[in-house]
C-alpha cells in the first residue's frame, strides 16, 4: 500500500511540473509578444537614420555668398540623411587631390546628403567657393573632368573615377562651385541636379 501511495504521488509531482512549465513558457510567450508589438521599430529598411533639412536650407540660403541648392521636394525612394552648413569649413581633409588644405579652403561649404533606398547607394549637393577645379576634385573623392552633360537645359561637367566609385556633376555658380556627386547612378545623379532650386 505505501509502495503505490508513493507511486501516485510521484505520478502527481510528474503532472505538476510538466503543468507548471507550459504555464511558464505560456507567460514567456505572452510577454515576448507584448514586447514585439510594444516596442517601436526603425522603418529605416537597413539604411542610415533620415534627417529634416528644410531649417537648415533656410538658414544656410540666408548666409552663402553663392545661390545655394536644394532639391524643392525629396525625389521618391530617397532619404536625407546629413545636411551642414560651415562658414568657416571643417579640417575635413582634401578628399584625395593632395593638398588644398581641406575644406576651409573651400569655405563657405553647403552639404546635403541622401540614401537611395532601391540602389542603396548615395548622392549629395555639395557646394563651395574657392578654387573650382579642386573643388571639383575634392567632392568626387579625386575624380577627373571628363565631358560634358545637358541637365535640364544646364551644361554640368562630368567627374569620373573617384575614390569608392565615387562620379560627380560639377557646374560653376556666382561665388562658388556646385557638385552633385556620389556612388548613384549618372540618371539618379541627374535626377537630384534637376530638383535643385536655388
Do not use: C, I
Request: glycine residues 16%.
Amino acid at each position: 500500500m505505501a509502495s503505490a501511495g508513493n507511486s501516485s504521488g510521484r505520478g502527481l509531482r510528474k503532472q505538476f511540473r510538466v503543468r507548471d512549465m507550459v504555464l511558464s513558457m505560456a507567460v514567456m510567450g505572452l510577454v515576448v509578444a507584448v514586447w514585439f508589438f510594444a516596442v517601436p521599430r526603425s522603418s529605416n529598411n537597413g539604411g542610415p537614420p533620415a534627417v529634416t533639412y528644410q531649417d537648415a536650407v533656410s538658414s544656410a540660403r540666408r548666409a552663402a555668398p553663392y545661390p545655394l541648392m536644394a532639391p524643392a521636394a525629396t525625389p521618391a525612394g530617397w532619404k536625407a540623411t546629413s545636411v551642414s552648413y560651415s562658414a568657416k569649413g571643417t579640417d575635413a581633409g582634401d578628399g584625395g587631390d593632395g593638398g588644398d588644405g581641406g575644406d576651409t579652403a573651400f569655405a563657405p561649404t553647403w552639404h546635403l546628403g541622401f540614401y537611395l533606398s532601391g540602389s542603396r547607394e548615395y548622392a549629395a549637393v555639395e557646394q563651395g567657393g574657392g578654387n573650382a577645379a579642386k573643388f571639383a576634385k575634392s567632392r568626387t573623392q579625386g575624380g577627373r573632368a571628363g565631358g560634358s552633360v545637358d541637365v535640364s537645359g544646364v551644361s554640368w561637367t562630368k567627374w569620373t573615377g573617384g575614390k569608392h566609385g565615387y562620379r560627380g556633376l560639377v557646374r560653376a555658380v556666382p561665388h562658388g562651385t556646385t557638385a552633385v556627386v556620389g556612388t548613384a547612378s549618372w540618371s539618379d545623379l541627374e535626377k537630384l541636379a534637376t530638383a535643385l532650386k536655388e
